[in-house]
């Protein structure tokens, strides 16, 4: 019982943390009207948050496993809370890009820190099951994010948001409760080296080029779909939230689903098809009517589908490199998801169509299953191979 206090720790300040990661999207919208922003100054505001947090991550965890230090939990997931939930009473771009980014660096902070400390309070046997406990509370509360905000937008507009950070507050404080008795040595600093396997290093590079172009695709998606069903669909704030929110539970479906068959038919075969399978799902996105709702789910499933199995993949072929592999796929691949969030509001501000811009995406999305097929590949179990 001495040990689950501080795991629950980690898994309540994953579900928290994620929870207001989403809501930048949700407010977006309301942003441009209030500040006058350009469709290119809104998407710098995500871009910002996922590069802050893409660059500091993999840093914290190199430091991490060398110095066997880790940021307190309770502290990343205040920093988080404020972050976002303030950034809806800015009424000043270098404010809103201020606070985004501290939100950014308590994400960034938050991660390699609690997964640090899941594996020391976690027995062997069982750590792949904390892990999947720790990984799952984080994409529920991602996918309820865009509900929350939108609900508290439509009883009470924008200024409403910034109620969000009670819950950062108060769980802050019970998460330090949890988590502040903590051995001092951790054991995840010590890091096996082993060589890497031949030819692995340019394919663990080709796989997470792969994951690079399925983030593009995805943040393009989540970042200004919100703002295409309420001036494309005449949906309202808290209608356009309700289907990012179930978008985004479509993804929690298909990243537990592409984990699951990659053990069982192989990591290169999930890959690819998950892929393949997300391109005319994209395209349905703009058929309009029932289709464009149904292309907006199927599509989060299949680009979360091959997600957590790139993910996977990345480290499989990095033996020895964890650290490494976690801040490429999780990371790096997701700061270049938010310039490619960028680089559709430039395309929408410069042809004034925001449908068009989004439908850009799909070169990335046909690109991503092409460079799979490339990924030389074998898993450690003869049996199976790709």
Not at 60 to 84: E, Y
Request: some cysteine; aromatic content about 10%.
């Amino acid at each position: 019982m001495a040990k689950s206090s501080p795991l629950t720790g980690a898994v309540a300040g994953h579900f928290l943390i994620d929870l207001y990661t989403p809501i930048l999207p949700i407010i977006i919208p309301l942003l441009m009207e209030t500040m006058d922003l350009s469709y290119l100054l809104a998407g710098l505001v995500v871009t910002v948050f996922n590069v802050v947090s893409s660059i500091t991550q993999p840093l914290v965890g190199i430091w991490s496993d060398k110095t066997g230090k880790r940021a307190d939990v309770a502290f990343c997931v205040l920093l988080g809370a404020v972050g976002i939930s303030l950034s809806a009473l800015a009424n000043n771009y270098l404010i809103l890009l201020m606070l985004v980014t501290g939100a950014a660096i308590g994400h960034a902070l938050f991660h390699p820190s609690a997964m640090d400390l899941v594996y020391r309070v976690s027995p062997p046997a069982k750590l792949g099951k904390y892990n999947s406990v720790f990984t799952t509370a984080g994409s529920i509360s991602y996918a309820f994010g865009p509900l929350v905000a939108g609900a508290l937008i439509a009883f009470g507009g924008l200024p409403a948001v910034c109620w969000m950070v009670l819950p950062g507050i108060i769980g802050a404080a019970w998460i330090f409760r949890l988590t502040r008795r903590m051995p001092e040595t951790a054991a995840s600093a010590k890091v096996q080296k082993t060589s890497l396997i031949a030819g692995s290093a340019s394919a663990a590079a080709l796989v997470v080029t792969v994951c690079a172009l399925r983030a593009i695709g995805y943040m393009g998606v989540i970042t200004y779909l919100p703002t295409l069903l309420t001036e494309s669909a005449g949906l309202s704030t808290l209608l356009s939230s309700l289907v990012v929110t179930i978008m985004l539970f479509f993804g929690v479906a298909g990243q537990l689903a592409g984990g699951r068959l990659s053990d069982k038919y192989g990591r290169k075969r999930m890959l690819v098809a998950g892929l393949v399978l997300a391109i005319p799902c994209f395209l349905l996105i703009f058929a309009g009517g029932f289709l464009m709702y149904a292309g907006i789910m199927s599509y989060a499933f299949f680009a979360s589908f091959c997600y957590v199995t790139s993910v996977t993949m990345t480290q499989e072929l990095l033996p020895g490199k964890t650290g490494l592999a976690s801040g490429l796929t999780l990371g790096f691949t997701m700061g270049l998801g938010g310039f490619g969030a960028a680089a559709v509001g430039l395309a929408a501000d410069i042809t004034g169509n925001l449908v068009f811009a989004l439908s850009l995406l799909v070169i990335p999305i046909i690109l991503a299953p092409v460079l799979a097929l490339f990924v030389r590949y074998k898993t450690l179990d003869a049996s199976a191979t790709a």
